[in-house]
C-alpha cells in the first residue's frame, strides 16, 4: 500500500525558514515524480514545486521562486522542500504528492503558519 508522511511543519515568523520532508512507501519513489502543493483556507490547491523522478529537472510556482528548493534522495525515498524568507502569505496545508505510472498518491498535510 502505497503511502507518503510529511513532517516539518510549524510556526514561523515573517522571514523564517523551514524545511518539510516527506518519505514515500509501498511504491517504486524512483520511478515517480513528486510535488509539493499548498492549500490556503478558503483557496484551491495549488502546485508549489516539482521534481522530476531522477532530480534532474524541477519547477516552482511563481510565487516561491527564489524562497522555496525542492530535492529528492532516492536512496531513502524521500522529498524535501527547503523554505525560506516565508511570507504569511506561505501559509497553507503543504501536501505531498506522487505521480507516475497513471497513479497520484497524496500525503496527509502538514501545517504551515507565518505569523508573528
Known amino acids: 500500500q502505497a503511502q507518503l508522511v510529511e513532517s516539518g511543519g510549524g510556526l514561523v515568523q515573517p522571514g523564517g525558514s523551514l524545511r518539510l520532508s516527506c518519505v514515500g512507501s509501498?511504491?517504486?519513489?524512483?520511478?515517480?515524480?513528486m510535488r509539493w502543493y499548498r492549500q490556503a483556507p478558503g483557496k484551491e490547491r495549488e502546485l508549489v514545486a516539482g521534481?522530476?523522478?531522477?532530480?534532474?529537472?524541477?519547477n516552482y510556482a511563481d510565487s516561491v521562486k527564489g524562497r522555496f528548493t525542492i530535492s529528492r534522495d532516492n536512496a531513502k525515498n524521500t522529498v524535501s522542500l527547503q523554505m525560506t524568507n516565508l511570507k504569511p502569505e506561505d501559509t497553507a496545508v503543504y501536501y505531498c504528492n506522487a505521480v507516475g505510472w497513471a497513479r497520484n498518491y497524496w500525503g496527509q498535510g502538514t501545517q504551515v503558519t507565518v505569523s508573528s
Open positions: 509501498g511504491f517504486t519513489f524512483n520511478s515517480y515524480a
Open positions: 521534481i522530476r523522478n531522477d532530480g534532474g529537472s524541477t
